[in-house]
């Protein structure tokens, strides 16, 4: 069973890999951002609650994300694993996935962050707001904001990750093709 955390700064191109990821080893991905912005357009309670937060480039509260990551795993039981694009975002999530994954008996195979630099991704936000019409891509204060907030509470994840010899970490500079191999080849390196 191969259950990956992709990690890495807003921008760095976890979604377009975990698409990848999905496909090639047949797991569920859950993309936090994604449920977020479903349930924002159908107006459902979890989207009024969520929609302030995600507009301005802010996490969204911690018991809001939890009990929503739950659900989705919850609803995707049994597969042959998961990915996970977006979360934990914080140290809290972080201990309460731990939980969660072991109350399901889904062993964490690996947290694998892309590596890129704040100036590309700023670019490539921007650029990105252009076509998405996402609210969060449309300003660069928006953007510094993620950024920030990444800094602050998610960047401390790859100490933790590291403690449990369960982070890695790719470049996430070149051809989507040339990433997504990168990351095939660290998988089947961790698989052994
Ligand atoms: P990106 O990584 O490009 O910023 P995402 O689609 O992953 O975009 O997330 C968009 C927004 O959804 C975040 O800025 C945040 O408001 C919210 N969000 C997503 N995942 C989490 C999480 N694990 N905890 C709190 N908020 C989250």
Avoid: C, W
């Avoid at 993309?31 to 009024?48: A, Q």
């Avoid at 204060?141 to 401390?156: A, H, S």
Wanted: charged share 30%.
């Amino acid at each position: 069973m191969l259950n990956l955390i992709l990690f890495g700064k807003p921008g760095s191109g976890k979604g377009t890999q975990a698409s990848f990821l999905k496909n090639k080893y047949d797991l569920v991905h859950i993309s936090t951002g994604d449920v977020f912005r479903k349930n924002i357009k159908n107006e459902t309670d979890l989207g009024l609650k969520a929609k302030v937060y995600t507009e301005q480039g802010e996490l969204v509260p911690d018991e809001i994300t939890v009990s929503m990551l739950e659900n989705e795993i919850k609803q995707n039981l049994p597969s042959n694993g998961f990915i996970f694009d977006g979360f934990p975002r914080t140290t809290f999530q972080a201990n309460e996935m731990n939980k969660i994954l072991s109350k399901y008996k889904l062993p964490l195979s690996a947290t694998v962050a892309l590596e890129v630099s704040d100036n590309l991704l700023k670019d490539r936000l921007l650029k990105r707001g252009k076509i998405s019409g996402r609210a969060d891509d449309q300003s660069e204060d928006k953007i510094l904001t993620r950024l920030n907030e990444y800094r602050k509470k998610t960047e401390p994840l790859i100490q933790y990750y590291g403690k449990m010899n369960k982070f890695y970490s790719v470049s996430g500079i070149g051809e989507i093709d040339e990433i997504s191999l990168r990351l095939v080849d660290l998988i089947e390196k961790i698989q052994k």
